[in-house]
């Protein structure tokens, strides 16, 4: 009961925020950054994003064909070239870091993707509070 009202708040906090998210332009310029993916196993994949620069995280995966469309309108991204973090059946999800492996704080709409960054994905299982 305590994960499913975890993963109800967690939910709720995505849609709060990507409310008022719309598909925001970059720049307009061409620009690539670095993701770094860590599996479950604690495995690496290594992406070259291109994207236009000032993306949202989203559009940059969606940019760079990372993302499928149906992943791209979901309110969380599950599938990244195939590699699977199911919130709702596992209660995991990708938690974005920066390249000093620290949490970057906001949603996938919010996080700003600038030319030559490196961010890493980390697949992360969400606290149960029992």
């Known amino acids: ?6 993963l109800t708040l967690v939910l709720i906090l995505c849609v709060c925020t990507a409310a008022g998210c ?7 310029e061409a620009a690539s950054a670095t993701l770094i993916l860590v599996d479950q196993d604690e495995k690496e994949y290594t ?3 291109n994207f ?11 940019q760079s064909k990372l993302i499928s469309e149906e992943d791209y309108g979901a309110m969380f991204i599950e599938n990244i070239d195939g590699h699977i973090a199911d919130v709702e059946e596992d209660g995991c999800t990708w ?3 920066d390249t000093d492996r620290k949490q970057i704080t906001g949603t996938f709409d919010e996080i700003t993707v600038k030319n030559g960054d490196t961010i890493y994905l980390q697949y992360y299982i969400v606290p149960d509070f029992d």
Not at 1 to 6: E, P, R, T, V
Not at 52 to 62: F, K, V
Request: no cysteine; charged share 25%.
């Open 1 to 6: 009961m305590k994960k499913l009202i975890s």
């Open 95 to 97: 938690m974005p870091q």
């Open 52 to 62: 236009e620069d000032g993306s949202s995280l989203r559009e940059a995966l969606w």
């Open 22 to 28: 719309g598909n925001k332009s970059g720049s307009g």
């Open 47 to 49: 992406y070259e994003l």
